[in-house]
């Protein structure tokens, strides 16, 4: 049965508790860019009149201190996002599957407002510096070996040794041709041998 977002229920699961980790760290920044215009306002808005220079001065720190932030955080989601892509991938490749993935939907307005849309709704009155500790010390699960992976995973193994005894069997053929190839090209270099002498006799009365 699939969910809201197209997926089955476990793995719409894992996706609301990614974003539930991705709107802590997002709260988690927006209070500390909150903290820089805090930290301005005790540390420099003393005096009742400022000139242009020091606005300018003020300005100019609290941009480099705010862009910090920003860049720390885009970074740092790159990196989260990449390491949840590393989880997926190797257990995809513990049963030899390739994964793709479209990165040009990842810029399509139409799915990101359904993403929107979906977030809102699951995490209606939540704040989002406190969602994290629900999330909790779960793990990427590995997958059953019971039942139906079981059984894949012995299918694999079966395809593994019959392609590998194809291998062999085009091995043998391909030995066999050269062989016969060079026995040809041999007989072909010997012509007398294969030649039948005729003697004609005459006899006179």
């Known amino acids: ?12 699961t894992t996706v609301i508790n990614y974003m539930r980790f991705a709107r ?6 927006l209070r500390a860019v909150d903290a820089c215009f805090e930290d301005l306002k005790d540390s420099r808005l ?23 932030e920003v860049e720390s955080e885009l970074i740092n989601t790159a990196h989260t996002n990449v390491l949840l892509l590393r989880q997926v991938f190797q257990q995809a490749e513990k049963w ?8 040009s939907e990842l810029e399509n307005r139409e799915l990101l407002e359904q ?28 997958l059953n070996e019971a039942g139906g992976s079981a ?9 593994k040794e019959e392609n590998d005894t194809l291998k062999d069997r085009l091995k043998q053929v391909e030995s066999k041709a050269i062989g016969f190839q060079q026995e040809k090209k041999s007989a072909q270099l ?8 005729v003697r004609i006799e005459t006899r006179s009365d």
């Open 46 to 68: 003393i005096d009742e009149t400022f000139t242009v220079d020091e606005v300018t001065e003020m300005l100019d720190g609290l941009v480099s201190v705010v862009r910090g």
């Open 96 to 103: 030899h599957l390739k994964l793709q993935a479209d990165i």
């Open 190 to 197: 010997r012509p007398g041998e294969n030649k039948t002498t």
């Open 115 to 142: 993403i929107a849309d979906f977030e809102d709704a699951e995490f209606a009155g939540a704040k989002r510096d406190t969602e994290f500790s629900v999330l909790g010390s779960s793990k990427l699960e590995p």
């Open 24 to 29: 802590y760290q997002r709260g988690q920044r």
């Open 151 to 159: 059984l894949l995973h012995m299918e694999i193994n079966r395809l």
């Open 1 to 12: 049965m699939t969910s809201a977002l197209g997926l089955n229920e476990h793995h719409q």
